[in-house]
């Protein structure tokens, strides 16, 4: 399997001609941008070997805490960690699940640090009207920014992509050799 500087060789040297290809069938920048973001952080930071102890975990400095829970509960090399689509799908939920969590818990502590002050009970209101706020933001942005959207979905998938294949190619030459060294 490839090493990690492999990996972000890969994805840095194969950036340009991805970017390039998604110019010329979307003609819009907007698109190019979102869709070769999406392929560099998926390739350098978000790929499939957070579930080990890999160049993209340990690119996420103080914050790779929170990928402890996804490197305990996935098998390295997994369809749930390199699998196509489904592997760039689960750590967007989890991430989002996460953060999602993490803000929750946040509100909590506040409500009670709140009601241990006997302070105005409108924390949860507040909370809900930003969440309300952010989640119509956010279907607004859908809305408006499709392609954009896709294109930053697919350049997740690509970068992910990127980085299977060239494992799977790795794994398929050196059992090839190795098949030639027994007979």
């Keep these: 399997m490839p090493s990690g500087r492999t990996h972000d060789r890969i994805t840095l040297w194969s950036l340009l001609p991805i970017a390039s290809t998604t110019y010329l069938l979307s003609q819009r920048a907007s698109v190019t941008l979102f869709l070769a973001g999406g392929y560099l952080f998926s390739g350098l930071m978000f790929g499939p070997d957070l579930d080990t102890h890999s160049s993209q975990y340990r690119r996420w400095g103080w914050l790779r805490w929170i990928w402890l829970p996804y490197r305990r509960a996935m098998r390295h090399r997994s369809l749930w960690s390199h699998g196509v689509v489904i592997g760039t799908i689960g750590r967007i939920l989890y991430l989002v699940g996460l ?3 993490l803000v929750l818990l946040g509100l909590l ?9 006997d302070a105005p009970n409108i924390v949860w209101q507040t909370a809900q009207q ?12 859908l ?16 970068g992910s992509l990127s980085h299977s294949i060239s494992d799977w190619l790795v794994s398929a030459v050196k059992r090839r050799q190795r098949s030639k060294r027994v007979k």
């Design 109 to 117: 502590v506040w409500e009670i640090s709140l009601w241990l002050s």
């Design 130 to 141: 930003g969440i309300n706020f952010g989640l119509v933001e956010l279907g607004r942005s």
């Design 99 to 101: 953060v999602g969590l």
């Design 143 to 158: 809305q408006t920014y499709p392609l954009e959207w896709m294109g930053a979905l697919v350049g997740l998938e690509l």
